[in-house]
């Protein structure tokens, strides 16, 4: 049997992966990790860390495990959330749960872990792994988690060979209600706790609050674009992906003023709420922002043309395969279902690289595509590749 590290949360999927492992024999320890110190805009009634390390620590008791604390504050500062204000201030929209998960769990986690003797790191992710000998080498596979619902492989969509190979997902095969099951009957006392949301080791937070605090507050303007704007009834053949992919470009003489804002890098594509506009038969929703002249484009309601797009565009650089092995040559074009971000339904598409990257060629328009976000692909089950929205 083998020595596997758990990352305890504090939460009851990372609990019932230590218990289940514990179950088939194997030598678990668990680590917490503490990665951040700061509660800076975090949303009141939001458990903070020292709460989930209790709750780590009383789990691991029950399981009558060794249980190990380490503080990883500084590392996920550099890696995660200053990379977070970075793009934000550009204007982009980053994802700092696949960043924590490429760059602290899977990585300076994974070698704490290591130093610990560890022979596999083990999570609660609602994923899967496969392995299988390819031409005599070990490919190491991501898969969809077996609850649709809880699906997490997205969030690991930057792993590598090398991280999957010291990863394991005891909690990937069940679903939601049996993990709470087993939690209960085990009595463990997580069982009933509510699971985490927002910000990755963060919390929910008020976001404008949290980036206030690189990010200086400056009032903007917010205008209207019509559904009928000159631009979206522009004829773009269907080859021409790079039109495709170019995202609407407005100016304040497009549309009117109808409010205002507290800075244009405090929003992003396919928002709905906090802007503070109301009085409209349908809702205002985020359809540009350009945080040069700080200023926030909207449109009325769900349907608006200017929320969707047909194609996106990622640079070469940023283009990411869990096999390398599977990396596309310049000119190949390939079928792949795609998700541009958590929990969106698959959709059908075509990538095609290019000598500057790759394309993604939707079979529908995609609502909300923003730049900063990571787009997934898979084939069936398998997480093959990702990479981040360049535009």
Known sequence: MARVVVGLSGGVDSSVAAYLLKEQGHEVIGLFMRNWHDTTGTLEGDCPWYDDQLFAELVAKRLD?????????????????????SEYEQG????????????????????????MGADFVATGHYCQKTEELVDGRTVYRLLAGADKNKDQSYFL????????????????HL???????????????????????????????????????????REGNVHEILPSWRGYGREVAEGDLQALAEPYRYTVRDGKKVGVHKGAHFYTIGQRKGLGIGGRKESLFIIATDV?????????????????????????????????????????????????????PLQGAELVAVGDGLYILFDEPQRGIAAGQFAAWYDGEVLVGSGVIEK
């Not at 495990?65 to 990379?83: A, G, M, N, T």
């Not at 982009?92 to 130093?115: G, M, S, Y």
């Not at 009933?192 to 404008?208: A, E, N, T």
């Not at 608006?304 to 797009?309: E, N, Q, T």
Request: net charge positive; aromatic share 10%; charged share 30%.
């Open 65 to 85: 495990i060794p249980f190990r604390f380490v503080d990883l504050s500084k590392e996920y500062k550099q890696r995660v959330v200053d990379y977070m204000f």
């Open 157 to 172: 969509c930057q792993l590598t060979q090398e991280q999957l190979r010291y990863a394991l997902f005891p909690i990937g």
């Open 292 to 344: 040069k002249e700080n200023v926030i484009y909207v449109g009325e309601g769900d349907s608006h043309p200017g929320l969707y797009r047909r194609a996106l565009h990622i640079k070469a650089d940023e283009v990411h395969w869990v096999d390398p092995a599977l990396r596309m040559a310049e000119g190949e074009r390939r079928r792949y279902e795609v998700r541009i971000r958590y929990r969106q």
């Open 175 to 217: 679903l939601k209600s049996e993990v709470r099951a087993i939690a209960a009957e085990q009595k463990l006392a997580t069982a009933k706790r509510k699971d985490s949301q927002g910000i990755c080791f963060v919390g929910k937070v008020d976001l404008p609050v949290f980036l206030q605090q690189q990010i200086a507050a």
């Open 92 to 115: 982009r929209t980053p994802n700092p749960d696949v960043l924590c998960n490429r760059e602290i769990k899977f990585d300076v986690f994974l070698k704490e872990a290591l130093k």
